[in-house]
């Protein structure tokens, strides 16, 4: 099996302006993303930006990176930009992995490349147990249901399968965490389906929800799920979640 590896790094962030070249412990955030991501066994990693900043410091360890748009409305419309960039066939395996997740294990990039590869879908993604009835509550937390064959039923940011008799008693005490699965945020596509998607209409459940994948299951196309073999660590969008990452690697 053979896989790329996709990393978006947009300059711009609201709460953590330059985030991809912030310093963790010597190194900056993208190139712990990408030597993460070279671990995976992938044939090639890339990175694509939209600053000259961010393309400078990738060169300095990489000659895979990409300047792309700026007008880009989500990862997956630069994604497809990547497709065109690199003339890739449309059967190849991408994996996108977020610029922000330093402490993604590449075992996790590995396994949801295999979960495509063994499938005739065009996208799949992993899930993890939630363990916190809060969590189950967050909407911030996307939870997903999936079939016997490892199809996504819906991803959503309500509490996902509803628990009928302990949610309309309103008694988390009573709430089985052990039932829900958050969604992890790392996907693998078949790159000709990049296109594809774009040009499917947007649709009211993603709109509802303000979650892209709804799109994808909306229009009858199936996405494979399966748990992340490895832990999942939160990615960095604060200055609070940079210290915690610092922290646990130099515990």
């Given at each position: ?28 955030m ?23 900043l ?6 300095r ?29 449309d059967?190849?395996l ?30 799949a ?10 969590e ?15 199809n ?31 969604h992890v945020?790392?996907?693998a ?62 515990d």
């Amino acid at each position: 099996m053979e896989f790329i590896v996709v990393i978006p790094a947009r300059y711009a962030s609201t709460r953590l302006p330059g985030k991809p070249l912030v310093d963790i412990c010597g190194k900056t955030m993208i190139q712990r993303v990408y030597e993460q991501a070279v671990k995976s066994g992938a044939k090639a990693v890339y990175v694509a930006t939209d600053h000259q900043l961010v393309y400078d410091e990738v060169k300095r360890f990489t000659d895979n990176v990409l300047m792309t748009r700026e007008d880009h409305q989500s990862g997956t419309e630069r994604l497809a930009e990547v497709v065109e960039l690199l003339n890739l066939d449309d059967d190849t395996l991408m994996v996108n992995v977020q610029g922000d997740e330093p402490l993604l294990e590449p075992e996790n990039i590995s396994q949801v490349a295999d979960l495509l590869f063994q499938s005739s879908a065009p996208m799949a993604t992993l899930s993890v147990d939630i363990n916190d009835v809060e969590e189950v509550l967050n909407p911030n937390a996307v939870k997903v249901v999936s079939d016997i064959n490892q199809n996504a039923l819906y991803f959503s940011r309500s509490p996902i399968p509803f628990q009928r008799d302990s949610m309309m008693a309103l008694d988390k005490e009573r709430i089985p965490v052990s039932h829900f699965n958050r969604h992890v945020g790392i996907y693998a596509y078949r790159a000709g389906f990049i296109k594809t998607y774009l040009a499917l209409s947007v649709s009211p459940l993603e709109v509802q929800e303000s979650l892209e994948q709804l799109r994808v299951l909306f229009h009858g196309y199936p996405i494979k799920v399966t748990k992340a073999i490895k832990p999942v660590h939160a990615g960095v969008d604060t200055p609070e979640d940079l210290e915690r990452v610092v922290e646990f690697l130099n515990d």
